[in-house]
């Protein structure tokens, strides 16, 4: 009985009466860990161990380096389609001669950084005299700028407007003459007007030519796209005003003055006495004054309708004399390796926002599930009962 | 460098073999003996048993020697297995537990032993699962409080605690069978 009180009395009986496996067990068991644990059909959850086992295998680590290179290798192929597609597109200046109407011109190689084009958004208001003001006016569809005109000049199917175009070109410094002669060749070919040139030369063989050219506007389209053929285009930039409502005002403003005239001519006729005839006389000198200076307004507005007004200037450009050498140099490598690196940015900020918020969820269904698991297992083992009495 | 990298893999994967036979050969009975003193089933506790070897071997990679023996790391994934064991039976029908073999006791031991290693049986029986949890790592498994600790997620002094409680406890029963 006093054995019962000595603790390590207890402590031998208890592990005397520790269960012991039976041999054809251990021996099963031993050829298992031979072949490497397969799971034995029939056991408990064989199938799932089998399921598990195939990512139990995986440490973290493990999975850190191929996971991290089929990440790169996703946004280095993801990179090349999007430079790709990019480089497939139309060049700007092909993107506009097809929305002005014109035919696309195959672009001649511009650098990367020369390709400065704006096309601003048309700012037109009519102020309350009827008068039409336009600011930095823009955008090359006349269609496109009938929502921001007035209703009544709105319901005109026929548009009237004013275009105007700057073209900046960068050629080696030897070739400034030449293109200044090219610029008026293809003034001269699209039927259009010198109103000023000049040409400058600077220190160190820099040299500047200046042009301020009328064009049809209907081939405006097209001589600006020849203009862009004489050199790398360094900036460009377009602006169209819609003058409908003004014309039209001014239309019916002569429409009005020319009826006028008419009615005091018979008035005039009609007249009996001499006092009569000479303030008739006055009113319809007066009325054919307004009428002519009307007609005149109104002719100024149809021809800048009809000529567009464009800006060339030619500049001398080292950067050009290289392109036009030595074809694809150190600032085009940089610059092309700044893009493709803004694009690789771009597609992983892209897919961390796509895929940040998924492995988020995944990581609490994770944590949830584990915490479940361990709250069950626990709950099981505080529930199960003893055999005897306790 | 291909055959470099090929022939270091080899050697990594050849000793964690080594390292996981080496932890085989001295716990397999001992995870026998722990399942067994939970469950109180000896088909179940082979089958929880062969469990835990096989999610250990799978899962070798990932043992971690900073966080705890090996051994302690094994017994971890063996309870979890015991209780999985446990939910599942609960799940399908009432737990049926062998008795401790009493009859081999008695024809084993001469009679004073027996009758004390009867009364220490009966006093084990009438255990709650978790005191016989830490009955079966310390006395059938051999685990040392800190290892105890490392697989019940407690420290070691608690874990001392609680085996101090429970030898109390079936010292009592003892006695009043005595």
């Known amino acids: ?390 | 460098m291909t055959q470099v990298l090929a022939s270091r893999t080899e050697t990594a994967a050849a000793v964690e073999q080594i390292s996981f036979d080496r932890l085989y050969r001295s716990s397999r009975d001992d995870v026998y003996a722990y399942a067994a003193g939970l469950l109180r089933d000896a088909g179940a506790a082979e089958d929880v048993t062969a469990i835990a070897f096989e999610r250990a071997f799978r899962r070798r990679a990932r043992f971690d020697p900073r966080r705890g023996s090996a051994r302690a790391w094994l017994f971890g994934i063996a309870r979890n297995a015991a209780l999985d064991e446990l939910r599942r039976r609960k799940r399908q029908a009432a737990l049926v537990e062998e008795p401790t073999d009493l009859a081999g006791i008695d024809a084993e031991h001469p009679v004073e032993r027996s009758e004390r290693r009867i009364a220490v049986a009966r006093a084990l029986e009438g255990l709650g699962a978790r005191e016989r949890e830490l009955v079966a790592l310390r006395y059938f498994a051999g685990l040392s409080n800190a290892e105890i600790a490392a697989v019940l997620g407690i420290t070691e002094s608690n874990a001392g605690t609680r085996l101090h409680r429970v030898v109390d406890k079936l010292r009592e029963a003892c006695d009043g069978v005595a």
């Open chain 1, 1 to 390: 009985m006093e054995s019962h009180r000595n603790e390590p009395g207890i402590v031998a009986e208890l592990e005397a009466l520790r269960p012991r496996p039976r041999p054809s067990f251990v021996a099963e068991l031993d050829e298992r860990a031979a072949t490497g644990f397969e799971p034995r059909e029939g056991t408990l959850g064989a199938g799932s161990e089998r399921f598990r086992g195939l990512f139990a295998a995986l440490s973290w680590r493990r999975l850190a380096v191929p996971a991290g290179a089929a990440a790169l290798v996703a946004i280095a192929v993801a990179t090349a389609v999007i430079s790709i597609s990019e480089s497939g597109q139309p060049h700007p200046e092909q993107r506009f001669a097809e929305s002005a109407g014109g035919s696309p011109t195959p672009p001649k190689a511009v650098p990367t950084h020369a390709r400065e084009f704006s096309v601003p958004v048309p700012e037109v208001s009519e102020s309350a005299g009827g008068e039409l003001s336009a600011g930095s006016a823009g955008g090359s569809a006349a269609a496109d700028q009938a929502s921001s005109v007035g209703p009544y000049a709105a319901r005109v199917r026929h548009r009237d407007v004013e275009r105007s175009a700057r073209l900046v070109l960068g050629v080696a410094p030897d070739e400034v003459r030449s293109a200044a002669g090219e610029v008026l060749a293809v003034v001269h070919e699209y039927d259009g007007i010198v109103l000023r040139s000049s040409t400058r030369t600077r220190d160190q063989g820099r040299a500047v030519a200046s042009f301020d050219l009328l064009v049809p506007s209907r081939r405006l389209s097209d001589a600006l796209a020849a203009l862009s053929q004489i050199g790398p285009v360094r900036s460009r930039s377009d602006a169209a005003v819609d003058v409908t409502a003004p014309t039209i005002g001014l239309q019916e403003r002569a429409r009005d003055s020319r009826a006028k005239v008419d009615a005091l001519i018979a008035e005039l006729e009609a007249a009996t006495t001499a006092s009569e005839r000479e303030s008739i006389e006055s009113e319809l000198g007066a009325e054919r004054d307004r009428l002519a200076r009307l007609r005149s307004r109104l002719s100024a507005m149809e021809r800048r309708t009809h000529f567009a007004r464009v800006s060339v200037r030619v500049v001398s450009d080292p950067e050009a004399a290289a392109a036009e050498g030595g074809g694809w140099g150190i600032d085009d490598a940089l610059g092309d390796a700044g893009r493709i690196l803004a694009i690789a940015a771009g597609v992983t900020v892209v897919a961390l926002a796509v895929l940040a918020p998924i492995a988020l969820i995944l990581i609490l269904a994770l944590g949830g599930r584990r915490a479940w698991l361990r709250r069950s297992r626990e709950r099981a083992l505080g529930r199960s009962p003893a055999t005897g009495a306790e």
